[in-house]
Structure formats: structure tokens, C-alpha cells
């Protein structure tokens, strides 16, 4: 990047676009950015192409704009189907038409550094190592050396002249969610007492604990608290098997929450116990305690940065970043009762812990 470009971010813009379409944890661990942009410049428009998937998580947030809808299955036809080819032309024609001044592509794929171009914009910021070449779109080629995801878009923040922290990365609750989370403690099976949020359901295959450790936690948790069983509709077997036999305060939520209620839901919550995933940086943002199991990720890379605790897989190829494995041992490895010991040690408000399973 050179000097003239670096002098060029000194004109306050007013008009920026975020481009971070999905997944919703990499949404929300991309909320420092907002937040500092809306700290530097409070006068500015600022927007955030999302998918529709995930828009409903930054709808209302009071230091964004504007959504940007981003309809990735439907444009992902655009070449065989002329309606979906018409939908990309006119976002397309979105794009330019708003004449934004910055555009920070924090997503690093072809698509995104694509969206990025076609604005025009006079800035266009991304990483420097962004993959499918995304990076030759942009005008401002960035490379963060830190190593959690978090921190690299603070980094990239950083580059850009923005005073972003850690601690940006909140989410406010909804009036939806905030009901929903209240109903809930209203249920008489939890009648106003804390209670724990399980999340089983994760996108990696590699991640997902298996369903007997879930049964086992499930046992031994609810003759203390009420547990809610959370997942999408397409998870509702998965989360059916876990509270089958279980104790009555076990309750399955899952394909009856919205995203919105959801976040409600985890922010009532004393604990969230989860998968390297979406739900733990949700917890994060909502300032709910989360226990993270880890098996083929990395805690410095996408472990909890604000506060919970993680239980790590007491295996040689633990962190091996691996979306399918032959033999997935890893999460197999965690044993249930280190998981009950760090929901116990969270519920006793005891200091944050990183340990290895055994």
C-alpha cells in the first residue's frame, strides 16, 4: 500500500459499505468494525451487505443504516437462470448507484472483492491474502499479523485509521428477542431459575460432539438447571435424540427460534455450552459466559476472546483445521465430565479457563 493511498483515508467518507455476508458468528466477530467507524465518523451512512440468512441479527442495530441484502442462494444461479441473472444485475446497479466513498470487504472471497469493485468506491479495502484472488479488487491491499479472527478485523480497523476494540464486539437484544428470552424463564419447567443454553448443532462436520456426550452432559446438568436445546429445524432430529430419556427440565427448542430470539435467549442465560461456532461468539457479544469445545480449531484462532472458558480435545491432531476427517476422534476425546466441570465452574462465577480434556 503506498503513501498517496495511505494519505487518501484522511477525507472523512460519507458513505461506507461492510461487505461480511455470512456466516453469522463471522458477522458478529466483524462488529468491531462498525462500531469504530461509527465512533470516527458519527455522521456517516454507514451500510453492511449481508446475506439474508444472517440480516435479521443486525436488524435495528442503532449504529447501522442500512442493510444491503445479499441473496446467495438465488444469485448463486445467476448463470444458469435468467431472473436469478436479472437479481445480480440489479444489485449490481444497487451498488454503484449508492456511490459509496469506503468499502471494507472483510468476507476475502471472489465474490465479495467483486461486490467491492463494482461499487467504485475510491477506497476499497481488503486483505492483502484474501483468497480467489479477491484481493486485486481492491485499491487498499491490507495484511493483519494477528492471529484471531477478532483481532484481525481490528487490525484491518487499525490500517484504516479506526480506533476499534475488542470489547466493540456487542450485540444489542431485540424487543422479539428480549420477549422471547422472558417467556422462556416464564416456562414452569424453568420458573424464573438460571438456565443453561446447549447448541449442538455446527456446520462442520468435524465439530459436532457426538450425541451421547450431549445425553451424558444433558444428565447430569439438568438436576441442577434447566437446559434449552437449540437448533434450526434441520437439527430437530439431531437435538430429539439428545433430550430423548432425559431429565423433564430438559427443553428442545430447536426449529422454533428465530435468529432474534435466539440472541434473546442466550442473553437470559447463565451459561452457553456449544461447538467452536456461531453461538459462542454470540454469547460473547450478549455478555453471557460460554464453554467451548474444541476439537479441529485453534482457541487463539476462534476461541473465546471475551469471556467463557474452552475444553480442548486431548488428541495429537487437535487444531488441524479440518472441515471432514476419516476417523474424528477429537470431539469423541472430550470427555463429558470435563465439560460439566467448566458449566460448573462458570455457574460458580470462577475466573476463565482454557483446558484440555481428559
Not at 456511490?99 to 468476507?107: A, C, E, K, S
Not at 477506497?123 to 495484511?143: K, V
Not at 462458570?346 to 480434556?357: I, K, N, V, W
Amino acid at each position: 500500500m503506498t503513501v498517496a493511498r495511505i494519505r487518501s483515508l484522511d477525507q472523512a467518507p460519507e458513505k461506507v459499505l461492510i461487505i461480511k455476508p455470512s456466516a453469522l458468528g463471522d458477522v458478529v466477530t466483524a462488529l468491531p468494525v462498525l462500531r469504530a467507524l461509527r465512533r470516527k465518523f458519527p455522521q456517516a451512512r454507514l451500510s453492511w451487505l449481508i446475506s439474508t440468512n444472517c440480516a435479521s441479527l443486525m436488524a435495528g442495530d442503532a449504529d447501522l443504516d442500512e442493510i444491503v441484502p445479499f441473496h446467495r442462494r438465488r444469485l448463486g444461479r445467476a448463470w444458469r437462470s435468467a431472473g436469478a441473472a436479472a437479481a445480480l444485475a440489479g444489485l449490481v446497479k444497487a451498488l454503484r448507484r449508492a456511490r459509496y466513498d469506503w468499502v471494507i470487504d472483510l468476507q476475502g472471497l471472489f465474490r465479495s472483492g467483486f461486490f467491492a469493485r463494482v461499487t467504485g468506491a475510491p477506497i476499497r479495502a481488503g486483505f492483502a491474502n484474501a483468497r480467489e484472488c479477491a484481493w486485486m479488487f481492491y485499491t487498499h491491499r491490507l495484511l493483519p499479523k494477528s492471529e484471531h479472527t477478532v483481532d484481525r478485523n481490528i487490525e484491518v480497523a487499525a490500517m484504516l485509521g479506526l480506533d476499534a476494540r475488542r470489547e466493540d464486539m456487542t450485540l444489542s437484544v431485540s424487543a422479539e428477542g428480549e420477549a422471547f428470552g422472558e417467556s422462556f424463564r416464564a416456562r414452569c419447567e424453568v420458573a424464573g431459575r438460571p438456565y443453561l443454553v446447549f447448541v449442538p448443532p455446527t456446520r462442520w462436520e468435524t465439530k459436532l460432539y457426538p450425541v451421547r456426550h450431549w445425553r451424558t452432559l444433558a444428565a447430569a446438568l439438568a438436576k441442577r438447571v434447566p437446559i434449552a436445546l437449540v437448533g434450526t429445524a434441520g437439527d430437530a432430529e439431531m437435538c430429539s435424540r439428545i433430550a430423548r430419556s432425559a431429565a423433564p427440565g430438559v427443553i428442545n427448542l430447536a426449529g422454533q427460534t428465530t435468529i432474534q430470539q435466539m440472541v434473546g435467549l442466550i442473553a437470559a442465560s447463565a451459561c452457553v455450552v456449544c461447538s467452536d461456532s456461531a453461538a459462542q461468539h454470540i454469547a460473547q457479544a450478549v455478555g453471557t459466559d460460554a464453554v467451548v469445545l474444541i476439537g479441529p480449531t485453534r482457541p487463539r484462532r476462534t476461541g473465546p476472546i471475551l469471556q467463557g472458558r474452552c475444553v480442548i480435545a486431548p488428541v495429537p491432531c487437535q487444531g488441524c483445521l479440518r472441515r471432514t476427517c476419516r476417523h474424528v476422534t477429537c470431539m469423541q476425546a472430550i470427555d463429558p465430565q470435563s465439560v460439566t466441570a467448566a458449566v460448573e465452574e462458570s455457574l460458580a462465577g470462577r475466573s476463565e479457563t482454557c483446558r484440555t480434556a481428559t
